[in-house]
């Protein structure tokens, strides 16, 4: 069975920066993947996605801060996050849809189809 698996979350000051990565074990294509975060007690936010074929989109939030990139379908995942703020403290997730479907790629495939990490902390201090 495949697993996702995140890391590279931790603390960083207002400003800051951090890099997420994504993996799945063992190595697998992915069709549609995406980072998700969630703050206790509040929905979870969909807040980048990238197809295979390298179509990109963002939430507003996180535009020109934050950019999602992977060298092919199958390598690991990174989520660079550049002048972070406290309200981008959450637990973020990886997911990944490792079925080719006509679906577009971003929060709906992904909430409805793929397979989730486990999530890894990211803390903001002002």
């Known amino acids: 069975q495949v697993q996702v698996m995140e890391s590279g979350g931790g603390s960083a000051q207002a400003g800051g920066s951090l890099r997420l990565s994504c993996a799945t074990v063992?190595?697998?294509?992915?069709?549609?993947t995406g980072w998700f975060r969630q703050v206790s007690g509040k929905e979870r936010e969909g807040i980048a996605f990238?197809?295979?074929?390298?179509?990109?989109t963002y939430v507003d939030s996180v535009k020109g801060r934050f950019t999602i990139s992977q060298d092919d379908a199958s390598s690991p995942l990174f989520l660079q996050m550049n002048d972070l703020k406290p309200e981008d403290t959450a637990k973020y997730y990886c997911?990944?849809?490792?079925?080719?479907?006509?679906?577009?790629?971003?929060?709906?495939?992904?909430?409805?189809?793929?397979?989730w990490g486990q999530g890894t902390e990211v803390t903001v201090s002002s």
């Open positions: 997911a990944a849809d490792l079925t080719p479907r006509a679906a577009d790629c971003g929060w709906a495939r992904l909430d409805r189809h793929a397979t």
């Open positions: 063992p190595e697998t294509q992915r069709y549609c």
């Open positions: 990238i197809a295979r074929n390298r179509r990109i």
